[in-house]
Antibody, heavy 116, light 108 residues
């Protein structure tokens, strides 16, 4: 059974940093693109970043470029999102999803709240 | 950036009725790389349709997708109680990947 379990969310002050993790199981992690998608409270979905199977290609939405970095560790079956210089508008549930483009499997999400 | 506009914003229907949801793109979606997701409150989205018309694994055949270019449709032939939810379209043909604003299907 495919499982994606996010962790690392929480309350952080504006300008602060957080590192989200996604632990994958039930499939060959190193064979799939992976992505982060977020959803602000009461709002729609927004693609944040994706990363190729071997980590050689990474793409980020413009609003997070230079602040967020997606990465992965295939030996640990884990996906990460390093978030720096956080802003109030980054407040959202962050989902880890399997795939680089359409997403057949999602985690349950982890809530990031940016507030003073 | 491709902007996806979903309509209507809310659809009020009864169980057993047919639902037709629209997704219009601001420019042509490359290779019809258009997906539909269903989301219930407090849950992660679930993939229903990819490639504009292919049903994802385990999705009932009452869900169907159609369209090409800039106009796409999700049809639910007969609404079941579990189908009342929010639906999002999503284009993955060009970067940045974008989602529509969603259509809420509610019980009338």
């Amino acid at each position: 059974e495919v499982q994606l379990v996010e962790s690392g969310g929480g309350l952080v002050q504006p300008g602060g940093s957080l590192r989200l993790s996604c632990a994958a199981s039930g499939f060959t992690f190193s064979s799939y693109w992976m992505s982060w998608v977020r959803q602000a409270p009461g709002k729609g979905l927004e693609w944040v970043a994706n990363i190729k199977e071997d980590g050689s290609e990474k793409y980020h939405v413009d609003s997070v470029k230079g602040r967020f970095t997606i990465s992965r560790d295939n030996a640990k079956n884990s996906l990460y999102l390093q978030m720096n210089s956080l802003r109030a508008e980054d407040t959202a549930v962050y989902y880890c999803a399997r795939g680089g483009y359409s997403y057949g499997y999602w985690g349950q999400g982890t809530l990031v709240t940016v507030s003073s | 950036e491709i902007v996806l506009t979903q309509s209507p914003g809310t659809l009020s229907l009864s169980p057993g009725e047919r639902a037709t949801l629209s997704c219009r793109a601001s420019q042509s979606v490359s290779s019809n790389y258009l997906a539909w997701y269903q989301q219930n409150p407090g849950q992660a989205p679930r993939l229903l349709i990819y490639g504009a018309s292919s049903r994802a694994t385990g999705i009932p055949d009452r869900f169907s997708g159609s369209g090409s270019g800039t106009d796409f449709t999700l049809t639910i032939s007969r609404l079941e109680p579990e189908d009342f939810a929010v639906y999002y379209c999503h284009q993955y043909g060009s970067s940045p990947l974008t989602f529509g604003g969603g259509t809420k299907v509610e019980i009338k």
